[in-house]
C-alpha cells in the first residue's frame, strides 16, 4: 500500500534540478517531463518513478505477454520501456544489425519512490514506507547539490552511414515503392561515438535546455541511459479513451520572425509532408481498430504544424473508445512499433527497413512511458533522444524520414542533419 502526501513547491525548476540530482543514487530511475506545454491530454507537468520494489526484464519472446502477467500482478504504478525490437514477437521479423548499446528488449518497474507534478504541487507516493522515510527523503531532495562533470574526451561523431551510402540505399527504398512492394518506410541512420564519457544528467538538461519537448525523459537502468528531447506521444489510455498523436513532417526554425512564419506555412501547405502525415494516419486509424468498439475511430486533428524551439512539426490526433474488459497490453501489443516509425504497409516495411539499416534500433524508435494502477497508460516515441551505455563508453543518436514516391534523397539527408542538430550540438559543446 502507497503512503501519499503532497507538497508544494516555491521554487519548482531548482526543486526539480535538486529531485533529479537526488534520484542518481537509485539503479531505476525515470523521469518524464511536459516542460509546461499545455495540452488538454496531459495528466501530469512532471512525474518522477526511482528505486524498484519489483521489476521486469526480457527479451522480444512471449514480450507483451510478460508484461501482461507483470502488470496484473503488481495492479501497481509501473514505469519502463520497450525497444523497437518487441516486433520480433508479434511478427516473423529479425534485428540483426549493429548493436552498440545492448538495451534489453523489455524493461519495467515498480518504484518505491514516485513524485507527480501538477502546477507547483508535488504528490509523493511511497511504497513499503520506512518510519519517517519520506520526509527525510524530502529534506535530503532540497539540500541537494548537482554534481557537474565535463567530458574527459572531446567527443567524436561518426557516421554509421555516409552520404553517398545513404543516397543509395534511400534509393533502393524509391525503387521498393515504385514496384508497390510498399508506400512509406521511415528509414533511419545512427550517429554515435566511442570511448564516450559524458555525464548523463548534465547532457539531458542541455538538450532538454535546447528542445523544452513535451516529452522530454531522462531514464537511467543501471549502467544505460536515456536522454530524449521527444516531441512525440506514441499511445495514451484514461479509462476507455485511447489517443495517439504521430508526427510525420519537419521544418527547421528561423531567428527572422517573417521567414520563421513562412518556413511554417510552407509545411503546412507541403503536399508531400501532408501526404507522409496522412499515410500514417491512416495506418494508426487500422492499428486502432483492431481494440476500439465499432465506430469509435476518428482524426480530431489533421496535420496540425506545432512550433518548438528546433523544428516545426506537423502533427496528427486519431482517438479511439475499447471496451471495459479490453485489457491495456493489448492495446500497445495491436498497435507496436508505431506507425510513425515503420512505414505502410506496416510489415513490409520493417522487413525492407532491417535489409537497409546498418543499425540496431534497440530503444531508439521504442517507446518509454508508465502504467497507472487504474490500467491507464501513457507512453512516448524515443527520438531526438542520446542513449548511452557507460559501461561501454558507447554514445548514440539516430535520426530518420518518411521516404515516400516524391522523396529526394538529398532532401530527406537534409532533413536528417536538421533532426540531429541539437543531439550533435550538445555532445560537441
Given amino acids: 500500500m502507497r503512503v501519499t502526501t503532497t507538497k508544494r513547491i516555491d521554487n519548482l525548476e531548482q526543486f526539480k534540478h ?40 526480457t527479451d522480444y519472446f512471449e514480450a507483451f505477454e510478460k508484461l501482461k502477467d507483470y502488470q496484473q500482478t503488481t ?4 514505469f519502463g520501456y520497450l525497444t523497437y525490437d518487441v516486433k520480433n514477437g508479434l511478427e516473423q521479423l529479425k534485428s540483426e544489425n549493429f548493436d552498440g548499446l545492448e538495451f534489453p528488449d523489455l524493461f519495467f518497474f515498480q518504484p518505491k519512490r514516485l513524485f507527480l507534478f501538477k502546477g507547483n504541487q ?15 527523503d524530502f529534506e535530503s531532495i532540497c539540500n541537494s547539490e548537482p554534481e557537474y562533470q565535463t567530458a574527459s574526451n572531446p567527443i567524436k561523431i561518426k557516421l554509421r552511414i555516409h552520404k553517398d551510402e545513404y543516397f ?14 510498399i508506400y512509406e518506410a521511415n528509414f533511419c541512420q545512427e550517429f554515435y561515438a566511442e570511448e564516450a564519457d559524458i555525464n548523463p544528467l548534465e547532457t539531458y538538461k542541455k538538450l532538454n535546455n535546447v528542445s523544452k519537448p513535451p516529452f522530454a525523459t531522462f531514464l ?16 495514451k489510455k484514461t479509462g476507455q479513451d485511447i489517443i495517439s498523436q504521430p508526427i510525420k513532417g519537419t521544418a527547421k526554425r528561423a531567428e527572422n520572425p517573417e521567414e520563421d512564419n513562412r518556413l511554417k506555412h510552407n509545411l503546412e501547405h507541403n503536399m508531400k509532408e501532408r501526404s507522409e502525415n496522412i499515410m500514417i494516419v491512416d495506418l494508426v486509424r487500422n492499428d486502432l481498430s483492431k481494440t476500439a468498439i ?15 524551439p528546433q523544428v516545426h512539426q506537423m502533427i496528427s490526433t486519431v482517438s479511439s473508445q475499447i471496451l471495459k474488459e479490453t485489457n491495456p497490453i493489448d492495446v500497445l501489443k495491436t498497435t507496436f512499433p508505431m506507425g510513425s516509425m515503420t512505414g505502410a504497409p506496416k510489415l513490409s516495411a520493417m522487413k525492407i527497413i532491417e535489409d537497409l539499416e546498418e543499425t540496431k534500433r534497440g530503444l531508439y524508435s521504442g517507446t518509454v512511458g508508465y502504467f497507472t494502477p487504474d490500467a491507464d497508460f501513457d507512453f512516448n516515441v524515443v527520438i531526438r533522444s542520446i542513449l548511452y551505455n557507460a559501461s561501454k563508453q ?25 533532426k540531429a542538430k541539437a543531439m550533435r550540438d550538445v555532445l560537441e559543446a
Avoid at 516542460?35 to 491530454?41: E, P
Avoid at 543509395?168 to 512492394?181: E, F, P, S, T, Y
Avoid at 536522454?227 to 506514441?234: I, K, N, V
Wanted: hydrophobic share 40%; aromatic share 12%.
Fill in 294 to 308: 465499432r465506430g469509435s475511430v476518428k482524426v480530431d486533428e489533421l496535420c496540425k504544424v506545432y512550433t518548438f
Fill in 394 to 418: 558507447y554514445v548514440s543518436y539516430s535520426v530518420g524520414g518518411a521516404i515516400t514516391a516524391k522523396s529526394d534523397p538529398l532532401g530527406e539527408y537534409e532533413e536528417c542533419l536538421i
Fill in 168 to 181: 543509395q540505399k534511400v534509393n533502393a527504398m524509391l525503387g521498393h515503392i515504385h514496384r508497390g512492394d
Fill in 75 to 78: 495492479a501497481d504504478w509501473i
Fill in 18 to 57: 535538486q529531485l533529479l540530482a537526488w534520484s542518481l543514487q537509485f539503479e531505476e530511475v525515470v523521469w518524464m517531463d511536459s516542460n509546461q506545454h499545455q495540452s488538454s491530454y496531459s495528466s501530469f507537468d512532471a512525474i518522477l518513478a526511482v528505486d524498484a520494489f519489483t521489476s521486469i526484464q
Fill in 220 to 235: 537511467k537502468q543501471g549502467d544505460k541511459y536515456v536522454l530524449s528531447a521527444s516531441p512525440e506521444r506514441y499511445i
Fill in 122 to 136: 508535488v504528490e509523493i507516493q511511497y511504497l513499503n514506507m520506512v518510519d519517517d522515510e519520506m520526509e527525510t
